[in-house]
């Protein structure tokens, strides 16, 4: 790699380092190792492509917004999809059963990518199929980190599919502030009757909601009991892909 650029690099990297505050040319110039005249000239080549700034009261150096949207725009073309597998991975062999990454589409869920549980009686979805985000898991997590009005726009669609399903907006919403409050949503039986999950909502580096990760299978095996058991290593995998994502809430 050309060293004008390395040299570039390294002195953005100083000053995001420190959070975006300015930095003087002598700072740089000790924290890296560089002469003054190489500093003095990388940094006015990148103020130059408006990468950075000059306060002229003391000659310091600092981001602009243009690194700013660079980072943004990095950020929102990250797919979920390349970092989630072997977090995926790692949560079907400690728990067992199916694994899913879902996303939101209006008010349904679409699942984009799937574990299958190796255990012969198993929860059945396919790849690229839909439920009704506030009957299964996944959708729930995902649901209450909407903002104001989302769930009002989608409230005529609420219907019941099993006994336990929420077809009330109050209490759809009381269910939405918990897992808020616990940090993972439950389903129990509310989409298809003897089918239980549990998920965790995935953020990326934007603090957006991009997924939601869980786990599924046979109420019978999956009772409250046992999936508050499994919460621990559903949040800790969900964090990982948010983390990789560049996540740090």
Do not use: C
């Not at 380092?17 to 700072?27: K, N, P, V």
């Not at 073309?77 to 390349?82: G, L, N, P």
Request: aromatic letters at 8%; a positive charge.
């Amino acid at each position: 790699m050309d060293k004008t650029l390395l040299k570039g690099l390294a002195v953005l990297e100083a000053i995001v380092e420190q959070e975006g505050r300015a930095r003087t040319i002598e700072e740089l110039s000790h924290d890296l190792k560089l002469t003054k005249s190489n500093v003095h000239r990388t940094l006015q080549t990148l103020a130059h492509a408006h990468y950075l700034a000059k306060n002229e009261a003391n000659g310091s150096y600092y981001p602009t917004m243009k690194l700013f949207e660079m980072g943004t725009k990095q950020l929102s073309r990250f797919d979920v999809r390349t970092f989630a597998p072997p977090f995926m991975r790692t949560l079907a062999d400690e728990t067992g059963e199916t694994v899913h990454l879902s996303v939101l589409e209006g008010f349904s869920v679409v699942y984009i990518d799937k574990i299958d549980s190796p255990q012969p009686v198993r929860s059945y979805t396919a790849i690229g199929g839909r439920a009704p985000a506030y009957a299964v898991a996944t959708g729930k997590a995902m649901l209450a980190y909407q903002p104001d009005g989302y769930l009002e726009r989608y409230a005529s669609e609420m219907q019941r599919h099993t006994p336990a399903t929420i077809t009330s907006l109050p209490v759809l919403k009381e269910e939405l502030a918990r897992i808020v409050r616990v940090g993972y949503a439950i389903n129990r039986g509310e989409w298809r009757e003897s089918v239980g999950g549990l998920a965790v909502t995935v953020f990326n580096g934007l603090n957006q909601v991009v997924a939601a990760l869980g786990i599924s299978g046979p109420l019978e095996r999956l009772g409250i009991g046992k999936l508050n058991e499994l919460a621990p290593a559903v949040k800790k995998q969900a964090a990982q892909i948010s983390h990789a994502m560049g996540y740090r809430g």
